[in-house]
């Protein structure tokens, strides 16, 4: 199981664009806000572990 940590690049109504902090890739994810924590907001950091988001 990966252990990362995203940053929030852009909210989009019901998702979310994630940006890897490892830089392992350019490229955004895009995420359910219903799998996120409900506090985040644009530039928020995440850490993903266990399948899990939760705020750093």
Request: net charge negative.
């Amino acid at each position: 199981m990966p252990i990362c940590d995203y940053e929030v690049v852009m909210i989009d109504g019901d998702y979310a664009h994630l940006r890897r902090l490892d830089g392992e890739s350019a490229e955004t994810k895009l995420v359910a806000r219903a799998l996120l924590p409900s506090e985040i907001s644009e530039g928020c950091i995440l850490h993903y572990e266990m399948l899990e988001y939760t705020m750093k």
